[in-house]
């Protein structure tokens, strides 16, 4: 499975950006899409994930009630919307694919086989 991330960009804080992620090479309905963040100088963190059938959606508390992920398996793409971007949202965002992910692993990034080559997020102040 190969994942292109991108949408990634440069935004004042309060600002919206919308992360795509296209899977190809695989049965996309077969696997949990997730994403994760890495900020300078910190561990890659755990963002948002949505099951195979794009039915239970997962998020961070420091991202929830601000991003929203969607799942188009027609494109077999996952988005990212991103609203009220603060400037502890800049990182670069990797998405991220896996298969047989039981629930309570989600936002483990070690149940993950495929990752995107990261698409960067820069939110100023």
């Known amino acids: 499975v190969q994942l292109q991330a991108s949408g990634g960009g440069l935004v004042q804080a309060g600002g919206s950006l919308r992360l795509s992620c296209a899977a190809s090479g695989g049965t996309f309905r077969d696997y949990t899409m997730g994403w994760f963040r890495q900020a300078p100088g910190k561990e890659r963190e755990f963002v948002v994930a949505v099951g195979r059938s794009g039915g239970s959606t997962y998020y961070a508390d420091s991202v929830k009630g601000r991003f929203t992920l969607s799942r188009d398996s027609a494109k077999n793409t996952v988005y990212l919307q991103m609203n009220s971007l603060k400037p502890e949202d800049t990182a670069v965002y990797y998405c991220?694919?896996?298969?047989?992910?039981?629930?309570?692993?989600?936002?483990?990034?070690?149940?993950?086989?495929?990752w995107g080559q990261g698409t960067q997020v820069t939110v100023s102040s």
């Open positions: 991220a694919a896996g298969r047989g992910i039981i629930l309570s692993a989600v936002r483990d990034g070690r149940q993950y086989d495929y």
